[in-house]
């Protein structure tokens, strides 16, 4: 079953420009994870935050968890054109340890 | 550091023929392994994991099977694949622990004709 809803679906912006996701959830989690998927390749990890966290930093990455709303939001500054590529977030939670639940993604495209 | 290999790229089967999907890790020791499906622009379905040689969990029940016959060894199987078996199937591995990540194969494209 998905847990995670992104929001968009899908997101175009100019280089540059900073990208905004978005990832709602219902049940409660120990973790939210953001991996990042290129066209027909397998996902990458990019950021981990617990849920006794508020905001996370990764270079370009910051990401935000509000437990209250169970929604998290990814925000990617100064897009690069190699940035374009589908965005899941995942949740994690301590019934079902060591499993993730993945949502449907947004891809995000970078216009040079 | 570790790594993770997945094999075939892509595989054209016929319905009804069998299925053997591979996946091995490299540079670690007892790590939970996985397979999830994804359909086109979609997220990803969890199939299998497995936290132990000979432990498998089914997440969905279908006609596919997984078996992990060495610790770092994965295999997805089927004796008769179905026209809705097509997918993009991936693996992935993550360390024990309850807030882990987990890093994927670059997956195998399956076409059922």
């Known amino acids: 079953s998905q847990q995670g809803e992104e929001d968009p679906q899908a997101l175009s912006i100019q280089e540059g420009e900073n990208a905004t996701m978005n990832c709602s959830y219902k049940t409660s989690i120990n973790n939210l994870q953001w991996y990042r998927q290129n066209s027909g390749r397998g996902l990458v990890h990019l950021i981990l935050?617990?849920?006794?966290?508020r905001e996370k930093h990764s270079g370009r990455l910051r990401v935000t968890l509000d437990t209250s709303k169970k929604s998290s939001s990814l925000l990617i500054t100064a897009s690069r054109a190699a940035d374009t590529a589908s965005y899941f977030c995942a949740t994690g939670s301590i019934q079902g340890a060591q499993k993730l639940v993945f949502g449907q993604g947004t891809r995000l495209t970078i216009n040079p | 550091s570790q790594t993770i290999h997945q094999w075939p790229a892509t595989l054209v089967q016929p319905v009804g023929s069998p299925l053997s999907l591979e996946c091995t890790v490299e540079g670690t020791s007892n790590p939970n392994l996985y397979w999830y499906r994804q359909a086109a622009g979609r997220g990803l379905q969890l199939l299998f994991y497995s936290v132990g040689i000979g432990q498998i969990s089914s997440e969905v029940p279908q006609n596919l099977s997984a078996s992990r016959p060495q610790d770092r060894q994965f295999i997805l199987s089927s004796k008769k694949l179905l026209l809705s078996d097509s997918g993009f199937y991936l693996c992935a591995w993550s360390g024990q622990g309850a807030v882990v990540a987990q890093h994927f194969g670059d997956g195998t494209r399956l076409s059922i004709l």
């Open positions: 935050i617990r849920s006794n966290e």
